[in-house]
C-alpha cells in the first residue's frame, strides 16, 4: 500500500515539473515570435523608405527632363514609362498594407496569446505555492523513510542511492525501458535489502 502512495507522490511531481516547462517553452516561443515580427516589419519600412526616395528623384529627373522640352513622342513615351512605375508602386504599396495588416492581426493574437499565458502562469504559480511544499514535504517523508537519495541531474533515469548504517547502494534506471512500476518495485527490494543489512 505504501509503494503505490509513494508511486502516486512521483508521478504527481513528474506531473507537476512536466506541465511548468511546456509553459516556459511556449512562452519563449511567443517572444521569438514577437522579435521575428519586429524585425521583419523594421524591415519593410526601411524598404517602402528606400522606394520612396527613389521615386523622389525618378521624380526630379522627370521634372527636369520635361523643362528641356523633349519633342512630343518622346514626352509621350516617357509619360508611358511613368505610367507603368507609378502603377507599379500603388501595387506595391497595396502588398505592403496587406502585409503590415497580415502583421498587426498576427500581433493581435500574440497579445492575446501572450495575456492568456500570463493568466496561466499566474495560475500554475498559485497551483505551485500550494502544491510544491506539499510534494517537498511528502518526498522529504519519502527520503527520510526510504533514506533514497536522488540524483535529479540525471534526465530520463531513475538514478540515485540508498544509504543504510554500513553501506550505500546505488541504483540507476532507464525509465525508457521501464514502466514506473518496475521501477517502483525495484526500489521497495533495494530498501528492504538495505534495512536487512542494517540489522
Known amino acids: ?14 506531473r507537476v515539473f512536466a506541465e511548468h516547462e511546456e509553459d516556459t517553452e511556449v512562452v519563449v516561443s511567443i517572444r521569438r515570435a514577437q522579435d521575428e515580427l519586429r524585425a521583419l516589419h523594421r524591415a519593410e ?9 527613389a521615386l523622389s ?5 522627370t521634372e527636369d527632363e520635361a523643362l528641356r522640352r ?4 518622346a514626352h509621350l513615351a516617357k509619360l508611358s514609362v511613368l505610367d507603368r512605375e507609378q502603377a507599379l508602386v500603388l501595387k506595391n504599396i497595396t502588398n505592403l498594407k496587406q502585409t503590415a495588416n ?23 504559480t498559485e ?27 540525471a534526465v530520463g533515469r531513475a538514478k540515485g542511492y540508498v544509504s543504510t ?16 512500476a518496475e521501477v517502483t518495485n525495484r526500489l521497495w527490494d533495494l530498501i528492504e535489502e538495505s534495512q536487512k543489512m542494517d540489522v
Request: aromatic residues 6%; hydrophobic residues 40%; charged residues 40%.
Open 1 to 14: 500500500m505504501e509503494a503505490l502512495g509513494l508511486a502516486d507522490v512521483l508521478r504527481e511531481t513528474g
Open 45 to 53: 519600412e526601411a524598404d517602402a523608405a528606400s522606394l520612396v526616395r
Open 57 to 61: 528623384v525618378d521624380v526630379r529627373d
Open 70 to 73: 523633349d519633342p512630343l513622342e
Open 102 to 124: 497580415r502583421l498587426d492581426a498576427r500581433k493581435e493574437r500574440l497579445h492575446m496569446d501572450a495575456n492568456e499565458l500570463r493568466k496561466r502562469e499566474k495560475r500554475l
Open 127 to 153: 497551483h505551485g505555492q500550494v502544491e510544491v511544499p506539499r510534494i517537498r514535504h511528502a518526498l522529504s517523508l519519502f527520503a527520510t523513510v526510504s533514506k533514497i537519495k536522488w540524483d535529479y541531474d
Open 165 to 180: 548504517k554500513q553501506d550505500m547502494h546505488t541504483f540507476d534506471f532507464d525509465e525508457s525501458r521501464l514502466s514506473p
